[in-house]
């Protein structure tokens, strides 16, 4: 019997839900969600706007707790886990680029890359060059001293995605990180999130609605109404 070696699991969820609101105003944004994602995979998750995409990219990323339901990140169940452990996992496990890029608007984008750097526990000189590398790879090697709001908007989008990627973190979840971008950048930094993967071995899922990059998906899921929806037939 031949024995095929399986990919470690990286990302398990297990029956989970999440409801906003109490009440008359309770709200189901995700109901009964199951989704394995293996070490190293990159997955795209697609679905129409108000599908529950950014709720679950949330609770994957420890920035939302589920209502009900399970969820483990590289073995380990986070649904029990305090504020403080949570805070400490997407500290040094998660590279996260919000939807709305969530940079520090009295920062220079630098700084931005850095901070969590030297917050994770490096020192400042060797933060810095680290941000120039990775902002450099993005293509804003010379906006250094910049701060966000003089850039534009998929600058900005470009700063996120250097954040999430300077720690090199096992972990990378990506809330529509092409979306302000033209083509070929948008290309080159799904291309950057695919080279992490490899090298790395980090695992990637990205929320899109760009069908230029869905070719460098390993798997695509799609979701709608708060419900993952059964992968078509293969052909
Ligand atoms: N904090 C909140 N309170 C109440 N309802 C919310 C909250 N966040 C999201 N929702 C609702 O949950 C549903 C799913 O929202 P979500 O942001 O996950 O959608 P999405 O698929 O990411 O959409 P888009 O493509 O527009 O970004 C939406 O109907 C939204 O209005
Ligand atoms: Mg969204």
Redesign the pocket.
């Known amino acids: 019997m031949t024995v095929v070696e399986q990919a470690p699991v990286a990302i398990s969820v297990r029956g989970v839900s999440k409801v906003?609101?109490t009440g008359k105003l309770a709200?189901r944004?995700l109901t009964d969600v199951d989704l394995t994602v293996k070490k190293s995979e990159i997955l795209m998750l697609v679905?129409?706007?108000?599908?529950?995409?950014?709720?679950?990219l949330s609770i994957l990323g420890c920035v939302l707790r589920p209502s009900s339901g399970e969820v483990e990140l590289l073995g380990e169940s986070i649904t029990d886990k305090s504020e403080h452990a949570l805070a400490d996992l997407r500290l040094h496990k998660i590279g996260f680029v919000f939807?709305a890029h969530n940079l520090l608007p009295g920062l220079s984008i630098r700084d931005n890359v850095a901070l969590p750097l030297e917050v994770g526990g490096q020192p400042r000189a060797r933060a810095l060059r680290r941000a120039d590398a990775v902002l450099a790879e993005v293509g804003l090697g010379e906006k250094l001293r910049s701060l966000p709001g003089n850039l534009s908007g998929g600058q900005r989008q470009r700063v996120a995605i250097a954040r999430a990627l300077a720690p090199e973190p096992p972990l990378i979840f990506a809330?529509?990180p092409t979306a302000a971008l033209d083509a070929d950048s948008g290309l080159k930094v799904t291309e950057m999130l695919k080279t992490t993967s490899s090298a790395l071995g980090a695992t990637v899922v990205v929320?899109t609605?760009d069908p230029r990059i869905y070719h460098l998906a390993d798997r695509t899921v799609s979701?709608e109404d708060?419900r993952i929806q059964p992968a078509p037939e293969a052909a």
């Open positions: 906003f609101g709200y944004a679905g129409p706007s108000g599908s529950g995409k950014t709720t679950l939807q809330d529509e929320v609605h979701i708060g």
